[in-house]
């Protein structure tokens, strides 16, 4: 009896379970090699290994600046947007499914997505002046056949912290799609709320929704001083 | 030796004249402890036992008595299932998530797949076993099979609603343990074959059950049309709403369904509608009883004889009871010190109720100065309103049990600081006094208190007057109405719009408006999208309906944007379908004390976001239809996953 509890004790110190994953696999979505800004944790991405029984994706969301990374076993993984998110068109198979990136991975790996958006905030000029934050910018439309969406509406959000969107915001300036005269040359203007505790600057960024897409397109975060 | 010899050869004689029964039958003994299949379907007696238990196993989203979440075993409180979408404010601690959350997660509201296909598989071997019986009669034997029937379609109706389309199983799957399973995957079915399931089912038992208005617990012909009426009706809004919503359907019509069909289940849902309204399923009406219309209103649920009920999940003493009541009752008067107050309507729905000419406008807290209004009395703020909103919301003045409750905030100072304590029914002297006095309601509101009103209203819909419902041993017999004769009106009412009938479907609604004081009818013309919306919110609040009412008119990610509501939010566009929501706002009343004004004494009220609510709901597109879960999609391939999920 003792010997069987000793056996049992020195065979229990023997590890048994299997190193932790540890290859990174990162990298940004992006529109010709330019990172797309979207709003945190609302655009998923999902992680597929080929290989073994189960089906399950291994899920996660984009980062406010495009970026996404996951730590993995080395193998053979895909990669999908599912349908209907994010402010972009993921390329899709005949069948109208979302079509994968593959990936082999051994040890660490930087893999960008290539996907199409919908329009681009460009050249986005963000000033501080008499207790407001002003922005100039220009829309681009990048999809222009059947898929194409008008501008719902564009918005300027400024936060105390570094994440800035439709949900994490201080202050925001709606500009009804209707109302904007030259998309070339849009302004906007929010007022600086009061600042508790005070702080001489605020983050700042353009968001842009779509008629009938859930996900904003963002311009890059930008700290205005003042 | 001898002995021995003896013994053996005893035993030898035993085990011989044993011998003489077969083999076979020797272990073949009647058990005792359980009923086989043949034994229970020879009486009618045990074959009700068995629907019993599938008729408790019914799902609701929305309940007295709470339900099973999927998958963990926890159990959902009654209260807590009404306690979300800003229409209330949940006064519990463990519970402050539900307004401290920015949205849902996908997997919310689903149903256990495993839990759903064991009780449709329970419930097709029922109606295998019952047509198979030949102990039992004729007439019996047919109305088992419809109520199996009924039970089986209401329960897909809970599937679609919440997922969709899914797998259509009408027979018994057995699998032959060879290893291959794919002959029991089956693929998911179109959302518009589950509806149409629904309807074809309901049509063909209706006659085989029975057209009598008492029978409110077991499936009657009216619970069949009215489950109908309510299926052709989700169904045809669907198709014409989802057009707005593209990205929320499946190329397979998993999801979504064409919107050339609207037309077809609006007519359908009509026609149902006109079935019990016609009275041909027995004489379903208004609940009616005269005297005060807003105790008229709330008596309508504590009145198991109510003509206007349809179908109910039923309680009683001895058997099955809940403990709404232990839960929500007022703090002040509770039964059971330590349980009450945690279900508190928010001033969001408050507000929705019309004034009596049938127009909106919010409760008047502000002149057009921006000063406060005084009312000398608590009560005269809720004044001239819809008599819904007093059998719905126990308001500060309102009474329960006959006695007053005592909800308000404090005092407003001279200097408009205010006077008030964190501790319900707390005692201080006012300015210029010494006698310490109550500065605080006993039911609150207290930000931060639990058990009493933090939005300064209660609920009044199912709250038990009967004495001992509100202790935890004995707990409430109130019953849940799953359908009932108003909501058919307002089905009817609403089929017809959308037909282009807006007399008829005027005639409709005005019977329920009547009902709850609003005696100026609405015309034809005045009948549009939103005033349906609106009826159907106020009429059926806590009812179960506001989220598949929403999910169906593709209105649920416009009035749960995500954007925090402001006061000018609030107390705008009243009535409007598509005004957003996404905090529950409280209404405080005050006591203004100010020895040199002639309003002295009088009340004045505040809007208030209790100080827990941090989060605003947010519905995604993907939340429309909740998320069949990854392990299901594994064990079967064929089933496709929701659309932005």
Redesign the interface.
Same mark, same amino acid.
């Given at each position: 009896m003792s010997i069987l509890a000793i056996i049992a004790a020195a065979s229990a110190c023997k590890k048994d379970n299997y190193a932790a994953p540890s290859s990174i696999l990162n990298g940004h979505v992006v529109y010709k090699g330019e990172a797309i800004q979207l709003e945190r944790n609302q655009v998923p991405l999902q992680i597929y290994q080929y290989g073994l $029984?189960?089906? @399950?994706?291994i899920g996660q969301s984009f980062a406010q600046d495009g970026s996404y990374s996951a730590i993995l076993f080395d193998g053979d993984y895909k990669i999908i947007v599912?349908? @209907?998110?994010g402010p972009f068109l993921w390329q899709q198979t005949a069948? @109208?499914n979302p079509d994968t990136v593959n990936v082999s991975l051994k040890g660490n790996k930087t893999v960008d997505l290539e996907v199409m958006p919908y329009y681009m905030i460009r050249t986005p000029q963000l000033a501080a002046a008499g207790g407001k934050v002003n922005a100039t910018f220009k829309v681009e439309k990048i999809i222009m056949d059947a898929n194409a969406k008008n501008i719902e509406r564009v918005s300027l959000y400024i936060n105390k912290d570094q994440f800035v969107s $439709? $949900?994490d915001n201080l202050a925001k300036t709606d500009l009804a799609g209707g109302a904007i005269v030259d998309p070339n040359n849009i302004p906007l203007s929010v007022t600086i709320p009061t600042l508790v505790p005070a702080q001489n600057y605020v983050y700042a960024r353009i968001g842009l929704k779509l008629v @009938?897409?859930?996900d904003l397109i963002y311009s890059p975060l930008q700290k205005v001083s003042f | 030796m001898k002995k021995q010899l003896t013994i053996v050869t005893i035993a030898i004689l035993l085990a011989g004249s044993w011998g003489c029964k077969k083999d076979s039958d020797f272990l073949n003994i009647a058990p005792t402890t359980f009923l086989t299949n043949d034994q229970v379907f020879s009486d009618p007696n045990l074959v009700l036992t068995v629907l019993a238990d599938l008729y408790n196993r019914q799902e609701d989203l929305t309940s007295l008595d709470g339900y099973l979440q999927p998958y963990s075993g926890n159990t959902e409180p009654g209260w807590r299932s009404m306690a979300d979408f800003s229409e209330s404010f949940p006064s519990e601690n463990g519970s402050s998530y539900l307004v401290q959350r920015t949205g849902w997660g996908y997997d919310t509201w689903r149903l256990d797949w495993t839990r759903a296909y064991v009780y449709l598989r329970e419930v097709n071997l029922f109606l295998q076993r019952d047509s198979a019986a030949t102990l039992l009669s004729a007439d019996d034997k047919k109305r088992f099979y419809a109520e199996g029937r009924f039970l089986r379609a209401n329960y897909y109706f809970e599937m679609v609603r919440r997922m969709g389309g899914v797998p259509l199983i009408t027979s018994i799957l057995t699998y032959d343990y060879k290893g291959d399973a794919s002959g029991l995957q089956v693929p998911r079915a179109k959302e518009s074959t589950i509806y149409d399931f629904i309807i074809s089912e309901a049509e063909a038992i209706k006659n085989d059950l029975p057209s009598d208005i008492n029978m409110k617990s077991r499936a009657s012909k009216g619970a069949a049309l009215a489950m109908k009426c309510r299926a052709a009706l989700y169904a045809a809004s669907i198709a014409k709403y989802g057009a707005t919503t593209p990205s929320v359907a499946l190329p397979g019509g998993e999801v979504g369904i064409d919107a050339s069909k609207a037309n077809g289940y609006y007519t359908t849902a009509l026609a149902a509608a006109n079935e019990i309204i016609t009275g041909t399923a027995g004489a379903y009406a208004l609940y009616n009883t005269g005297g005060n219309l807003s105790d008229n209103f709330s008596n309508l649920f504590l009145d198991k004889a109510s003509p206007e009920t349809i179908f109910m999940e039923d309680f009683k003493t001895g058997g099955k009871v809940h403990n709404f009541t232990v839960n929500d009752q007022p703090y002040s008067i509770s039964d059971e010190g330590g349980d009450a107050g945690r279900l508190n309507p928010s001033l969001n729905l408050v507000e929705a109720f019309e004034k009596l000419d049938n127009t909106y406008a919010p409760l008047a807290t502000k002149d057009g100065g921006g000063n406060p209004i005084y009312y000398t009395n608590l009560g005269d703020i809720f004044a001239g309103r819809d008599a819904r909103l007093a059998g719905t919301v126990l308001l500060p003045s309102g009474t329960f049990k006959g006695k007053g409750i005592d909800i308000w905030a404090g005092y407003v100072l001279a200097d408009n600081s205010i006077l008030t304590s964190d501790e319900a029914g707390h005692t201080k002297a006012l300015p210029g006094t010494t006698t310490p006095v109550q500065v605080v309601g006993i039911d609150g509101p207290v930000n931060g208190l639990e058990l009493r009103s933090q939005s300064g209203f209660y609920i009044r819909k199912y709250l038990d007057p009967t004495t001992g419902s509100g202790r935890r041993g004995q707990g409430s017999t109130v019953a849940f109405i799953r359908y009932r004769f108003a909501e058919v009106l307002l089905n009817a009412a609403e089929a017809a719009f959308e037909l282009g009938q807006a007399p008829v479907a005027a005639g409709f609604i005005n019977q329920v408006r009547s009902r709850a004081g609003l005696t100026t009818p609405l015309t034809a013309g005045e009948i549009t999208f939103d005033r349906i919306v609106h009826e159907r919110r106020v009429e059926l609040a806590f009812e179960g309906h506001i989220l598949f009412d929403m999910k169906r008119w593709r209105l649920a990610h416009k009035v749960w944007d995500g954007a925090p509501t402001t006061v000018t939010d609030l107390v705008a566009n009243i009535g409007s379908s598509t005004k957003h929501s996404t905090q529950p706002w409280g209404l405080w009343p005050y006591k203004y004390y100010n020895p040199a004004s002639p309003d002295n004494g009088k009340w004045l009220f505040r809007e208030t976001l209790p100080s827990l609510v941090s989060g605003s709901n947010r519905f995604l597109f993907g939340n429309y239809y909740s998320l069949i879960g990854d392990d299901v999609i594994a064990a079967n391939p064929k089933i496709v996953r929701q659309p932005n999920q």
């Open positions: $029984g189960k089906v @399950g994706p599912p349908n @209907g998110q069948a @109208g $439709g $949900g @009938g897409v859930e | -």
